[in-house]
């Protein structure tokens, strides 16, 4: 157990010392204050424009032509809801000429009660004039027949709305309000295993690579060298995401005023005690089991570019987990998720989204929990005897199978 | 200390590369371990090391099954890997720190190998950057670190030039003077036989040889006589004793004829033959074999 720490020590300062991580946490850092910062740039820009007084309807009405060919719908009736400065045509051509020379974006013909053509140069994406010309004409409509059945449109506003209270009392949990640290945790725990994962695979494989293995195995036990090099990468990964994560504090606290209140609500109602003891077990558990996993499949390749075809299936393996943990965040009673939170693979992700956004018994936490770390400790075991095993077979890439046959068909293997 | 090897065999996917091997090592003395490349010394080197398991056979230390973690064992791979991109003095701490010793300890050792090899001025450089014959030094550096007991040093020489080779055979005298307990291999003959008490020559996997190097030498070299003639060049003197002395096998080297006496001749009776035939005699003196000539006679009588 002493050489554990000295290989975490060693390995943990060789991964503090890499200028490539140094550089990566500054960029990282950078990264996060200019995306935190987002809504002060907005808020900036958005102030420029709001200088600009606008009419009632939030559209500007000089922009806009109409004309009328129904006696049913009058010109006046219109500006009831848009104004009195309206540009008003009689002539169809005058009004596409308009259209055509830019004078007005959009032009509206109101050819009878239930049609409406729209004349247009250059469509937007998004146009909501169409729409409240419907909506007019709809009411127009609408308070003519009130008024032809002797009601009052007015009297009939006022009644239909009637203003309603709703005081909620949410006794479990609260899906609304969890679901955008639930997104955000998950995308980190994505994040924080992908990364450091390949880390440990790589840090395993370099080491046959470039032939240290021998001295190393020869110097101390491969159990010590694996589970040192396991939490070296794992603390280096936690202490890089926590500098990052660090710097996402301090550039919402800086740009915190600027924050809609909703967001600020949602980032941190939905954060309660135990949901952060949670979230902080499973990812610690889960980390360690696929840093364990990654360390395995490392050992397999004797040279650092084999690398990357090796660890795919965990990669896809954790992209599966995420795509659970995805739907749970949407549906977290959902029959998959449920599954999803007791298998150990996809249950560092599922069981906090679960917990998060529902109420999830103790009982089915503890058996997910202990069955997470019966798995971390069988594969940090197999991670052990592979990486011993990989040191007598230089040179073909090891497969996983072939070496669960080795390790189990004849234990030649010391450790 | 005496280091026992006794009948190690060992295959590999069926095929057996290690047949029986034994020899034993005893302290203050260096054993080389010789034989061509691919004769199985490096395999041997690993299942003494643990690195492989032997099929059969025991590794005895003083009687006791010896296992490498327990004692101070400095070893040299025949693969040669430290860590490119770590700092010299960095990584020779580390190593002897996993090998037991203290911080300061390890400090000490790792800086004091550093200078002898006269590398002192790199000890915070990164091993890549270093010339290959330089980062050879430093693996060696690395497995003498911690004062061990016990020294293995698979195929040292290779890769240093002379000036370096020298340094590595002081280093060796000395450890050897220190009583410590030396294995090395190699197959350059010229550079063991300076400096080397016992060794064993192995073969496809099979000892050879094994033993003193100084009675192996007088064994073989047994009724055997080294003749110059200052009136017949070599050849010469060699077609005429070949048709007129009868009992004896001629052979040569650059430096002198090589005379076997056989069916029972003694050293008088091809002295009382020369005089007889009137040869002047420049040396007249027993044949003690090189190292080399050992080998290659041990080796090819095994091929043949």
Same mark, same amino acid.
């Given at each position: ?23 990566? $946490? ?25 200088? @600009? ?7 500007? %009405? ?45 032009? *509206? ?14 469509? @937007? ?60 945790? %998950? ?30 195995i020869?110097?101390?036990q491969p159990s010590a060298?694996i ?39 949602? &980032? ?88 998060? +956004?529902? =109420?999830?018994? !103790? ?11 019966? $798995? ?5 075991f197999? =991670?052990i005897k592979?990486y011993r095993l990989?040191?007598?077979? *230089? ?6 199978? #072939? ?8 234990d030649?293997i010391d450790l | ?49 643990d ?31 430290? *860590? ?59 497995? +003498? ?22 340094? !590595? ?16 291999? =190699? ?16 073969? #496809? ?21 080294? &003749? ?11 077609? *005429? ?64």
């Amino acid at each position: 157990m002493h050489n554990v720490f000295k290989v975490f020590k060693f390995e943990l300062l060789s991964i503090l010392n890499k200028k490539s991580v140094q550089v990566t $946490t500054l960029i990282m850092c950078v990264v996060v204050l200019l995306a935190t910062s987002i809504p002060t740039v907005m808020e900036m820009f958005s102030n420029d424009e709001s200088s @600009d007084p606008d009419n009632e309807v939030g559209m500007n %009405m000089d922009d806009l032509g109409f004309m009328s060919k129904s006696d049913l719908v009058s010109i006046e009736s219109l500006t009831i809801y848009f104004g009195d400065d309206l540009n008003v045509y009689t002539d169809e051509k005058a009004l596409r000429d308009d259209v055509v020379n830019g004078v007005i974006n959009n032009g *509206y013909i109101i050819e009878d009660t239930q049609t409406i053509r729209s004349i247009v140069q250059n469509k @937007d994406m998004y146009s909501s004039t169409d729409q409240m010309m419907i909506s007019v004409l709809q009411r127009i409509q609408r308070d003519k027949s009130f008024v032809e059945l002797g009601i009052d449109p007015m009297v009939v506003d006022t009644l239909s709305n009637t203003p309603i209270t709703l005081h909620e009392e949410v006794l479990g949990k609260d899906a609304q309000s969890s679901f955008l640290i639930s997104y955000i945790l %998950m995308f980190a725990v994505y994040m924080l295993v992908i990364m450091y994962g390949s880390f440990v695979s790589t840090s395993v494989a370099r080491e046959k690579d470039n032939r240290t293995m021998e001295i190393l195995i020869t110097s101390t036990q491969p159990s010590a060298l694996i589970i040192g090099k396991v939490l070296a990468n794992a603390i280096g990964g936690l202490a890089q995401f926590s500098v990052i994560l660090a710097a996402g504090f301090i550039g919402y606290f800086i740009n915190q005023s600027n924050y809609p209140e909703f967001i600020s609500q949602m &980032l941190f109602t939905g954060l309660s005690w135990d949901s952060v003891a949670i979230f902080l077990i499973f990812t610690a558990i889960g980390y360690l089991l696929y840093l364990f996993l990654y360390a395995s499949l490392g050992s397999l390749v004797s040279k650092v570019e084999d690398v990357g075809t090796s660890v795919t299936p965990i990669t896809l393996l954790f992209m599966v987990a995420y795509l659970i943990a995805s739907v749970g965040i949407q549906a977290p009673t959902n029959i998959f998720v449920k599954i999803g939170s007791y298998v150990p693979f996809t249950a560092i992700l599922a069981m906090p989204i679960r917990y998060f +956004l529902t =109420s999830v018994p !103790l009982i089915e936490l503890l058996i997910s929990m202990t069955l997470m770390i019966l $798995t971390s400790l069988g594969l940090a075991f197999l =991670s052990i005897k592979i990486y011993r095993l990989g040191s007598l077979s *230089y040179g073909n890439k090891l497969g996983f199978i #072939k070496a669960l046959k080795l390790i189990f068909a004849k234990d030649n293997i010391d450790l | 200390m005496l280091l026992e090897v006794k009948g190690i065999n060992k295959s590999f996917s069926g095929k057996q590369i290690l047949h029986d091997v034994s020899f034993t090592v005893t302290s203050g003395k260096a054993m080389g371990f010789l034989g061509r490349n691919g004769a199985g010394k490096t395999t041997t080197i690993r299942t003494l090391m643990d690195v492989f398991k032997a099929d059969s056979g025991v590794f005895l230390l003083d009687g006791k099954q010896f296992i490498p973690t327990h004692y101070r064992v400095g070893y040299l791979p025949e693969e040669r890997g430290l *860590y490119g991109k770590e700092k010299i003095l960095n990584q020779l701490i580390y190593f002897a720190t996993l090998r037991g010793a203290t911080h300061k300890e390890a400090k000490t050792s790792a800086e004091y190998w550093i200078e002898r090899f006269d590398l002192s001025y790199a000890k915070n450089h990164k091993l890549e950057t270093l010339s290959k014959g330089n980062q050879q030094k430093i693996q060696i550096a690395q497995s +003498l670190l911690n004062d061990p007991e016990i020294v293995i040093l698979d195929e040292p020489f290779s890769g240093l030039d002379p000036v370096n080779s020298q340094i !590595l055979k002081d280093v060796i005298v000395e450890l050897i003077e220190k009583g410590k307990l030396v294995i090395f291999s =190699s197959h350059q003959m010229n550079y063991v036989e300076e400096f080397c008490d016992e060794i064993t020559l192995i073969d #496809k996997g099979k000892v050879i040889l094994s033993g003193n190097l100084k009675q192996i030498k007088a064994e073989i070299g047994r009724q055997r006589l080294r &003749l110059k003639s200052s009136n017949y060049n070599q050849d010469e003197l060699r077609q *005429y004793l070949n048709t007129n002395v009868k009992d004896i096998e001629v052979s040569q080297d650059k430096q002198s004829l090589i005379i076997e006496c056989l069916n029972g001749k003694t050293k008088h009776d091809l002295l009382d033959d020369i005089v007889k035939n009137k040869i002047e005699i420049d040396l007249f003196t027993h044949y003690e074999p090189s190292l080399n000539d050992i080998f290659v006679t041990k080796v090819g009588e095994d091929h043949a």
